[in-house]
């Protein structure tokens, strides 16, 4: 029965108002404060505890001010406090208090630190409804809340410990690694013509030590290459062959390797992640002199289309074979730039799954948000302003369907300048957000990709609670990690100790007697740095004659054939290059200096790659931009007996990890030869000690952690079930002496008090309702906000230029506001002239500009002469603070402390159709001194920004940035802000910051303040409280509106001195007033747009669903229609007064 009713009234916009008195002994100057779960009681926070208050003739009794609303049928918990003055004393030593509330109004006595006063007989029970209507936990019941409450305290202590265990987060999961090569060898014996398998040395592989040895059902996904005229029945051999391994295979053609891999991957992508551009591409070095008239590398990138086509029908295929081997709880580990796009296009085939469920289940009314964004999922998700479109969305309660992503790059990430001349780019990027998670070896390449959101997408990104990043796209966090990986300890050891590499090294150390080697080992590319190795190692025998006849360079350069131009380039160069050196330093006598190898393949057997590192003194890596070099990591291991030295590049990520190596610019030659001088002639002492500065990070980051560690970030922080993030009544303990840290990790879902909106619940309370209130932004809410951090603008944007609304929506809100029993009002950070011209069609539609600062009635309003918001003159307790009281129904507050102006109409609405008269809150603020004190401050940064401007205002003023640099227009406006903070302290003024932008306002101004007033002059206006009220908005400023609404509705429960009624005796549990009348039901709808900490009790994703919701309100004509019949015979709504 229980679960029933609360399924009727959870969600629904119904609030309990709660009276809660305590009875607390006190001293002097002490007092009792309460905090709870919900919003309205500060979510535990120490800091926003309410106080409670107490009389003479009531004391010890403390009790609340005013009522405070809780949502109904959503389980809350609170706990009591005493300070002194403003600080803590303690808390109560028990856990905290639990009740559920189903009625409009309940009333507790509690008594400081105790927990009794359940009544015995019913100990260790749930009590069901309580006499009053409340439903009520036992706090000292073994199986009931405390034992909950301790397991999740005890979860916490794990995830403070080291996080729960991955074997635990990803049961009834598994986990399918995705990558372009699967990584297998595979033999053939033609005599049997049989197929053999094995795992190659990849990071990803199965081995000792790796991601297998973790104990999860593990499947690769991949290609292998067996040759176009590969029969079905080979196929199917080589698929049976490594179905036994877990591993399934993709057979592509040689024509989409050519155009996919080698074309676009590699022709293309590898070439501009490691920062080489257009125009090296086309008209340079980089290609050779036969490849620069290539109709595939020219300026023209239209011809690259057909490649960037085979990119795209290759990632289809493996986002198929993904969709099709996956299920709904499989966590997918998608590797490196070949494979970019399939987080989109796996999310994509989620979508349709989706739509196919929902066309068979959903049933009337129940579709409203849900349908628009299934075909929102399916929209083009490259759109340049990370806006509509961007991430997928899913419709409410399909959170069960979302299979868990990662993408890893293994490479660098190219300069937001580079990656913006890729054509396909912001579509590349689309491709990775797509993932929950995404992943980089070294902070460097995640700043670039950071940045490339930043500039390229409009995308914000901010750091996260554990130290992780975070890029928020559509109100969706994607956690952006760090995370190094080394070598397979167990597997070098077994090479070591079964293929003996040390015999081969002195077969190589004798063939160079009294010589001391210096190790290289490189792909033959030309980013690989070989040439500026060779000049360095120059430029030593030339500078430093002590090292003559003393030293060799042992250069190894695979030749893998991916990139078959540029190694051949690369190879006839290195080769003039060892002519030359050898020429030079070398002798018959005393034989090369530098001895050049070149091995066909992507890698060395490590016999003989061990082998070199036990023969060479110093390992040299001269790179100009690579990803993680695990060479260098091998090389610190296997020189145990005779510790070696490495000269890393600077541009390569090695560098960054290994404390132990002597740091170059490969650019600089005379910079390496001074770091291998330094290397050769360093001591043994302080080789070894460099050696043990890295042998533990080298040891103890094999693939098995690294995988362990990234799997455990996304599913810890992105699972909407653990328990330690839920954010419910029993997961935040109280701060205080001995109670523990407070978390503030927020999260949605079932029982949380922050769920998605569900449409029909809206639509059934409009219907049910005579007297309704839309509170709406307007930019971010009504219409998409551009990407301001773009670092290349739009000469229009949509919201800051006042454009008008699209179609359906202006048709929605249309019919909404034509309903005499409906008031809307706009609510925007837009300047009025603009917000006016964008809602010159809605004359019915009432505007508050500039945050409230302004506003303007809407028509029928102005024509009975009321004057709009304004018309009584006061402003009670607005511009003092929400907290404050106030007489409920709007009727008259305290003497105004602000003044309410008529302004002049600007020319342009002026001459306009249906224009308005606007007001504004005048918070006797003298405009023309603070305008006098900020302009020569705000001219004189205009004048050092480029792209900065001053928007004056009536009667604000503001220094706009949107159009400058992203980071020097934010760098700037800090300095600005403390700037102007500083000089206008003495004045009644604030200076705000947001959306690309400063503005001086009074410093009591806020949404809040108007959005208080509509809500008053309705309730003055009709009679009667409004029992619809709609509040939605998307970003910081808009939180005012939704405390704004709290505070009006607890103004309005009643004449706040006046005691709440009693408990009923006997009982001392929450109940409600027995046999109190009823009031009217009054459905408060909070709503913000994005998934993120909010005081709205519910969000919707993006801006296609506020559309959609608005839609749905106006589909049901009848429904609307019989609503407005309804309203014209109500008393006070039969016409506008």
């Excluded at 003495?986 to 949404?1007: D, S």
Aim: net charge negative.
């Amino acid at each position: 029965m229980a679960t029933s009713m609360e399924a009727q009234v959870e969600g629904c916009g119904l609030y309990t108002k709660l009276h809660l008195r305590v009875t607390a002994h006190t001293a002097h100057g002490q007092s009792i404060r309460v905090s709870g779960s919900s919003i309205t009681m500060g979510r535990h926070n120490t800091t926003e505890a309410l106080p409670l208050v107490t009389t003479p003739a009531e004391y010890p009794v403390w009790r609340t001010p005013k009522p405070i609303l809780i949502p109904r049928g959503q389980t809350h918990s609170y706990s009591y406090a005493l300070f002194s003055g403003n600080e803590i004393m303690n808390w109560e030593d028990l856990e905290p208090r639990v009740l559920k509330a189903s009625r409009q109004t309940v009333t507790t006595s509690d008594e400081f630190g105790v927990a009794t006063g359940v009544p015995k007989n019913l100990e260790g029970k749930f009590m069901g409804t309580s006499p009053g209507g409340s439903l009520v936990f036992d706090q000292k019941s073994g199986a009931g809340s405390e034992e909950e409450l301790r397991n999740l305290l005890d979860a916490a202590e794990d995830m403070k410990e080291g996080g729960t265990p991955l074997s635990e987060l990803m049961q009834g999961r598994r986990l399918i690694l995705v990558c372009y090569h699967l990584p297998v060898i595979l033999s053939h014996d033609e005599a049997t013509d049989t197929w053999a398998a094995k795992f190659n040395e990849s990071l990803i592989a199965r081995s000792e030590d790796s991601v297998a040895d973790l104990g999860l059902e593990t499947r690769w996904i991949g290609t292998v290459q067996i040759g176009d005229e590969a029969s079905d029945e080979t196929k199917e051999k080589v698929t049976t062959v490594l179905e036994a391994m877990n591993c399934h295979p993709i057979f592509v053609t040689t024509d989409m390797i050519e155009k996919a891999y080698i074309g676009y991957c590699k022709g293309i992508l590898w070439p501009s992640f490691h920062n080489v551009d257009i125009l090296d591409l086309t008209n340079s070095c980089w290609a050779p002199e036969t490849d620069k008239t290539s109709p595939e590398l020219t300026w023209d990138r239209s011809s690259t289309q057909n490649l960037f086509s085979a990119y795209k029908d290759l990632n289809q295929m493996f986002a198929q074979e993904v969709f099709n081997t996956s299920g709904p709880n499989d966590v997918i580990w998608i590797h490196d730039y070949h494979l970019m796009l399939v987080p989109k296009m796996v999310r994509q085939l989620e979508l349709i799954g989706l739509d196919d469920d929902a066309s068979e289940t959903a049933t009337g009314s129940d579709v409203g948000v849900a349908a628009g964004n299934l075909n929102e999922g399916r929209s083009s998700l490259h759109t340049a302003g990370g806006g509509r479109g961007l991430m997928h969305e899913y419709a409410s309660g399909t959170e069960g369907y979302h299979r868990k992503q990662v993408f890893f790059l293994h490479i660098p990430f190219s300069t937001s300048q580079i990656f913006r001349s890729l054509q396909q780019g912001n579509e590349l990027i689309a491709g990775m957000l797509h993932a929950d998670v995404v992943g980089f070896h070294a902070f460097d390449h995640a700043r670039h990709f950071l940045n490339a959101c930043k500039r390229n997408m409009g995308l914000k990104f901010q750091s996260r609670t554990g130290g992780l990043l975070g890029v928020e796209v559509n109100g969706r966090t994607v956690m952006v990690v760090i995370r190094h990986v080394s070598i397979e300890v167990v597997t070098v050891d077994r090479h070591m100790k079964e293929q003996n590499p040390q015999a081969a090294a002195n077969v190589l150390k004798a063939s160079h007697p009294d010589k001391r080697l210096i190790a290289g080992l490189e792909t033959c590319q030309r980013l690989s740095g070989v040439a500026l190795k060779f000049l360095g190692f120059e430029r030593l025998l030339d500078e430093y004659p002590t090292w003559a006849n003393k030293l060799v360079l042992y250069q190894t350069c695979l030749r893998p054939n991916n990139r078959p131009e540029d190694e051949e380039v690369t190879s006839k160069e290195l080769k003039d290059l060892v002519k030359r050196i050898n020429d030079k330093h070398g002798s018959d006598e005393y034989g090369p200096v530098v001895v050049y190898n070149e091995v066909e393949g992507s890698g060395l057997p490590p016999q003989d790659r061990m082998a070199i590192w036990l023969a060479c003194d110093v390992l040299l890596n001269t790179t100009v931009r690579e990803g993680l070099n695990l060479d260098c990591f091998e090389f610190v291991y296997v020189k145990e007996e005779s510790a070696g030295v490495i000269v890393a590049s600077e541009f390569g990520s090695t560098s960054s990890v290994l404390n132990g190596a002597i740091r170059t610019n490969p650019f600089d030659v005379d910079a390496i030869a001074l770091s291998l001088d330094k290397a050769l002639a360093m001591d043994d002492a302080e080789k070894a000690n460099r050696r043990h500065r890295d042998l533990p990070y080298v040891t103890s980051r094999p693939s098995k952690m690294w995988t362990q560690l990234i799997l455990t970030d996304m599913l810890s922080i992105n699972s909407s079930s653990s328990p330690v993030l839920t954010h419910d009544r029993n997961t935040v303990p109280m701060a205080g002496p001995g109670r523990g840290k407070v978390l503030h990790e927020y999260s949605t879902g079932s029982g949380t008090g922050f769920e998605k909106l569900g449409a029909k619940k809206v639509v059934d309370a409009y219907k049910s309702t005579k007297n309704r209130v839309f509170i709406l932004d307007y930019g971010g809410t009504l219409r998409e906000n551009e990407a301001l951090s773009k670092y290349i603008k739009s000469d229009i944007n949509p919201c800051h230029k006042g454009r008008k609304l699209e179609q359906v929506v202006q048709e929605s809100i249309e019919k909404l506001s034509a309903d005499p029993a409906n008031q809307i009002y706009v609510v925007s950070g837009l300047a009025r002239s603009p917000l006016e011209a964008a809602f010159v069609d809605l004359p019915l539609v009432g505007l508050a500009a500039s945050n409230g600062l302004c506003y303007t009635a809407h028509a029928d309003e102005m024509l009975d002469g009321t004057g709009g918001l304004g018309s009584s003159g006061s402003l009670g307790s607005l511009s003092g603070g929400l907290g404050g009281g106030g007489s409920g129904g709007g009727s008259g507050g305290s003497a105004a402390s602000a003044q309410e102006v008529r302004l002049r109409r600007m020319n342009m609405s002026s001459q306009q159709s249906g224009a308005r008269d606007w007001f504004i809150f005048d918070y006797g603020v003298n405009w023309d001194l603070v305008k006098a004190i900020a302009m020569p401050i705000l001219n004189r940064y205009t004048a050092r920004t480029n792209g900065s401007s001053i928007r004056i205002r009536d009667p604000s003023v503001a220094w706009s940035y949107y159009r400058t640099d992203p980071e020097w227009g934010l760098m700037q406006a800090r300095k600005l802000h403390t700037e102007l903070e500083a000089v206008l302290l003495p004045h009644n003024v604030q200076v705000i910051h947001e959306k690309g932008e400063l503005e001086i306002v009074p410093r009591q101004l806020h949404k809040g303040v108007v959005v208080k007033r509509v809500l008053q002059k309705r309730a003055q206006r009709t009679g009667t409280t409004p029992d619809f009220v709609f509040v939605i908005g998307d970003d910081a400023s808009d939180e005012k509106m939704f405390s704004s609404v709290m505070s009006y509705a607890a103004d309005v429960a009643g004449d706040p001195n006046t005691p709440p009624p009693p408990p009923l005796d006997g009982t001392k549990v929450p109940v409600d007033e027995e046999g109190a009348a009823e009031e009217e039901e009054q459905r408060l709808f909070m709503c913000t747009v994005g998934r993120k900490p909010s005081l709205a009790g519910h969000y919707l994703d993006n801006v296609s669903e506020v559309h959609d919701l608005l839609v749905a309100l106006t589909t049901d004509t009848e429904a609307v229609n019989q609503a407005a019949m309804d309203a014209a015979s109500a008393p006070g709504l039969a016409h506008r007064p």
